[in-house]
């Protein structure tokens, strides 16, 4: 039988990019106790001003410091993130991503964190394309069979190398995809073509991009199962008239947010207390999911606020 695995409480500092990270680290240990792990930018879209890359992979004395500085203060890093799109038909956004995420899989190996956060990016709709095309539906014909094109001449190949590099240089590291709209990676239809491809694929359950994709969270992770391998913390809150207006597809998201029919939340601010304690159930079932990063993105909302809020909720719902 599977061992259960409580998942600690995590945040991802890309909010607080614009303070030191020893900052950062002294106000959540005063202010969010709970929070026992970091999920930090490595590249890619995400700011690495809390990691820098070039120096933490080729200076051991500097790496060591930065990892004392966390573990001094009772805490720990359990992912690199690289949310980017390595499948960019811009070659040298594309050139960079891929650079940064096969750097932090290196880092991740040196320091012993076993997961690496990214997205499966969107390539353009067909070569000679100088814009991603998103996938997303064939409701058209000239939609239509986008994504199989995409699949067979971007998406595998790169996925195949990706994995095989991973499994190579950190046999224990997952590289866990977000299914994320806007990317090739959104559902669990998408997401079983693509982790198929390797062993070293997981996924990053977020349960808000499922909360306005009309999906149900506990339905997906008990479909996933033990291919979930990290999660973020975030919720989402709908607006009625705004939703009966423009539907869930608003071209302008997010902003203006008063106008959005949906906006990221707190944790606890869409869905209460009850139904988190469910989902953090199904997570611990599974046995994978080693941390829930609080992902702070509520447009109405402080992350100073937020984060603690949010470990609040958290926190009683963890199992014992």
């Known amino acids: ?19 030191p990270l020893v900052e950062v680290m002294d106000w959540l240990v005063r202010e969010a106790p709970a929070v026992t792990d970091l999920e930090i930018g490595a590249g890619g879209y995400a700011p690495r001003a809390h990691c820098d890359m070039p ?18 203060r009772g805490l720990r890093v359990c992912a690199l993130n690289v949310w980017g799109n390595p499948l960019h038909p811009d070659r040298a956004i594309a050139h960079q991503h891929d650079a940064d995420l ?21 390539p353009p709709g067909a070569r000679g394309d100088q814009t991603p095309h998103f996938a997303g539906g064939g409701w058209l014909p000239y939609l239509e069979d986008i994504f199989e094109t995409q699949f067979e ?29 806007g990317t090739v990676v959104y559902n669990i239809e998408s997401f079983d073509r693509v982790s198929n ?24 992770v008990d479909n996933i199962g033990d291919r979930a391998g990290h999660c973020h913390g975030k919720d989402v809150t709908f607006s009625t008239e ?34 988190w304690r469910r989902f953090v159930a199904a ?11 609080i992902e702070h993105e509520d447009p109405f909302v402080t992350a100073e606020e937020g984060i603690p809020e949010a470990a609040a909720v958290l926190g009683p719902s963890r199992t014992t």
């Open 1 to 19: 039988m599977q061992d259960t695995l409580t998942p600690r409480i995590g945040v991802v500092t890309e909010p607080f990019a614009a303070r």
């Open 55 to 72: 120096t933490l992979l080729h200076d051991a004395p500097a790496r060591r410091a930065w990892l004392n500085e966390i573990t001094a």
């Open 102 to 122: 096969r750097d932090a899989i290196r880092l991740a190996a040196q320091i012993g964190v076993e997961r690496v956060v990214a997205l499966a990016g969107c």
């Open 153 to 181: 001449q971007w998406v595998e190949p790169y996925w195949t190398g990706i994995a095989e590099f991973a499994t190579r240089e950190h046999p224990q590291l997952l590289v866990c995809l977000e299914l994320h709209p």
């Open 197 to 220: 491809l390797g062993d070293a694929i997981a996924a990053n359950i977020d349960p808000s991009h499922f909360f306005w994709m009309g999906m149900d969270p506990v339905a997906v």
């Open 242 to 275: 705004n939703l009966a207006l423009n539907g869930l597809l608003d071209r302008r998201w997010p902003r203006p947010p008063e106008a959005m029919p949906w906006n990221f939340a707190v944790v606890g601010r869409g869905h209460d207390q009850a139904w």
């Open 283 to 293: 997570l611990s079932a599974k046995g994978r999911v080693q941390t829930i990063a």
